[in-house]
C-alpha cells in the first residue's frame, strides 16, 4: 500500500513539473506567440507574405487548426496527471479496506 502512494505520489510530482516546459514547447512549436507574447501575424507585402511578430510561424500562419490542436496537448497532459492522482487514491482506499 505504501509502495503504491509513493510510486504515484513521484509519479504526480514528475507530471506536474513537467506541465509548464511541456506548455512552452508548445507554444514554441505552433508558433502562435514569440518570446514577447505578441500574436504573430501574416501580411501581404509586394506579393510575397512576410510573417511579422515572430520568426518562423510555419504552422500558426498555414494551418491555424493545426496550431490549436497542437495547443490542446498540455490540457490533456494535465488530464492524464489527474487520473493518476484519481487512480492512486482509489487504490489506496481499496487497500486500506474503505472503498
Known amino acids: ?16 513539473s513537467l506541465i509548464g516546459p ?3 514547447q508548445v507554444n514554441t512549436a ?3 506567440t514569440n518570446a514577447t507574447g505578441t500574436t504573430c501575424t501574416l501580411t501581404e507585402g509586394t506579393g510575397v ?3 511579422t511578430g ?3 510561424a510555419s ?4 494551418a491555424s487548426w493545426g496550431a490549436t490542436v497542437l495547443k ?7 488530464l492524464g496527471i489527474l487520473g493518476i492522482g484519481i487512480a492512486v487514491t482509489y487504490g489506496s ?7
Open 1 to 16: 500500500m505504501i509502495s503504491r502512494l509513493i510510486g504515484g505520489f513521484v509519479s504526480i510530482l514528475l507530471g506536474v
Open 93 to 99: 482506499l481499496r487497500d486500506a479496506g474503505v472503498v
Open 49 to 51: 507574405p512576410v510573417q
Open 72 to 78: 490542446l496537448v498540455p490540457s490533456f497532459f494535465a
Open 30 to 32: 505552433s508558433g502562435s
Open 54 to 56: 515572430c520568426a518562423d
Open 59 to 62: 504552422l500558426y500562419l498555414s
Open 22 to 24: 511541456l506548455s512552452t
